[in-house]
């Protein structure tokens, strides 16, 4: 069945510094790949998403890559303020024989200031 | 419009009652989502719409799950004989999607139920 995996389930960070979170996927007929964020008591929230005919997306600070090959997508997120704090979630979007969208389990992410 | 809406935001019932919850989509979207989320996990698939059509349901979704999008509109999901298992936050999300492309999920501010 289709499954989604996201590592790790809890990243600390110091100001400044770079976060990465790593999620790997089972359906190859996934082709929309989403990343949301999720404040505390919040809903989630789009950040960034990628298509499987781009190996590559930034905006700004954020950016994704994705490895349809090996099954692999990452967030990476560059000088990290405190704000980032929250929880990331990844997903896999199926582009044919239906459209579910599967979340990975989410990463807790603290920046410390 | 200023986006998707769920009803009741808090549901706090006994077991073995059945409850429902409805959510109004973004008025031009198509597709429609219904997830469970519980604490410290990621919204958990449990079926999705493409106007009215029901298209997959998941197989972790016991009978006693119904959900219906009559008109293409708004959508309902609706409990029977509540368990305690059955206490989490209900999110529902909408999309507009042509042929393979899916957009963005929109999600409303949840359901959240509580079974005493």
């Known amino acids: 069945g289709e499954n989604v995996e996201q590592h790790p389930s809890t990243l600390s960070v110091q100001e400044g510094d770079s976060a990465v979170i790593k999620c790997t996927y089972s359906d190859s007929a996934s082709n929309y790949f989403p990343w949301y964020k999720q404040e505390l008591g919040k809903r989630p929230q789009l950040i960034i998403d990628i298509r499987s005919n781009v190996g590559e997306k930034k905006d700004q600070r954020i950016a994704v890559t994705l490895n349809k090959t090996a099954k692999h997508f990452s967030l990476h997120i560059t000088e990290t303020q405190p704000e980032d704090s929250a929880v990331y979630f990844c997903?896999?979007?199926?582009?044919?024989?239906?459209?579910?969208?599967?979340f990975g389990a989410g990463t807790r992410l603290f920046v410390k200031a | 419009d200023t986006g998707v809406s769920q009803n009741p935001r808090h549901k706090i019932t006994k077991r073995g009652q059945n409850v429902t919850f409805r959510c109004d989509p973004i008025?031009?979207?198509?597709?429609l989502y219904w997830y469970r989320q519980t604490l410290g996990q990621g919204p958990e698939f449990l079926t999705y719409f493409q106007n009215e059509a029901q298209l997959e349901k998941s197989r972790l979704l016991s009978d006693r799950f119904s959900a219906e999008r009559p008109k293409g509109s708004f959508s309902t999901l609706e409990i029977q004989r509540t368990e305690q298992g059955d206490s989490a936050m209900y999110l529902c999300?909408?999309?507009f999607g042509q042929g393979a492309n899916t957009g963005e999920l929109f999600f409303g501010e949840g359901s959240r139920l509580t079974v005493l």
């Open positions: 008025s031009e979207h198509n597709r």
């Open positions: 997903a896999a979007t199926r582009g044919t024989g239906g459209f579910k969208t599967i």
């Open positions: 999300a909408s999309s």
